[in-house]
């Protein structure tokens, strides 16, 4: 086993990283360059649980690694210690005995994550290559402007909803604007 570490500054509080970190949509997108044909979690963050973390190989068979979540101190640290690598049905004890630990120390409107990780030797190398990059990936989702996406199903034609949305008497009837 080896021991990494890496770290960066997000110009985020820390509530906003820690949640990042580990809702399902943001994981899913900061730790899609760990595998490039997707990676997701099943399980649970709370402490003492069990989480999987998954994504298909390049035949398609689920693999990834199981770990027990040893420690979370919320917005402040997570550890998880792993339990082994499996692909399929198959489990390898070559993860036995690893872990990660992620540490936030927010300053001001900032936050400082490290990350210490003890991977096997045989994937140090590619795991120093990834690690930096999921990072500057997690930097990017969590500084980037708040947005909102708003979804509906209206029932009419797509030439009356196109007009009622982009007419300026329409608009100040649904928005409640003044001609001004």
């Known amino acids: 086993m080896q021991k990494l570490s890496f770290h960066t500054?997000?110009?985020?509080?820390?509530k906003l990283v820690w949640d990042t970190m580990l809702s399902p949509e943001g994981?899913?997108?900061w730790t899609a360059l760990f595998n490039p044909q997707g990676s997701w979690f099943e399980g649970s963050w709370e402490g003492g649980s069990h989480i999987r973390f998954v994504g298909p190989n390049e035949h398609g068979v689920l693999c990834g690694i199981k770990a027990t979540v040893a420690q979370r101190?919320?917005?402040h640290s997570l550890t998880l210690k792993d339990l082994?690598?499996?692909e399929g049905d198959h489990d390898s004890e070559i993860w036995e005995n690893g872990y990660e630990r992620y540490t936030l120390h927010p300053s001001g409107s900032e936050t400082h994550i490290l990350v210490e990780a003890h991977v096997p030797s045989q994937v140090a190398e590619y795991m120093s290559s990834i690690w930096p990059r999921a990072l500057a990936r997690l930097k990017v989702i969590c500084e980037k402007p708040e947005s909102i996406t708003v979804q509906v199903s209206v029932h009419a034609p797509l030439t009356q909803?196109?007009?009622?949305?982009?007419?300026?008497?329409?608009?100040m009837k649904w928005n409640q604007a003044s001609p001004d």
């Open 84 to 86: 082994c690598y499996y």
């Open 27 to 29: 994981y899913a997108q």
């Open 161 to 171: 909803v196109w007009s009622a949305w982009t007419s300026p008497d329409d608009i």
């Open 73 to 75: 101190i919320d917005y």
């Open 9 to 14: 500054t997000i110009q985020a509080p820390a």
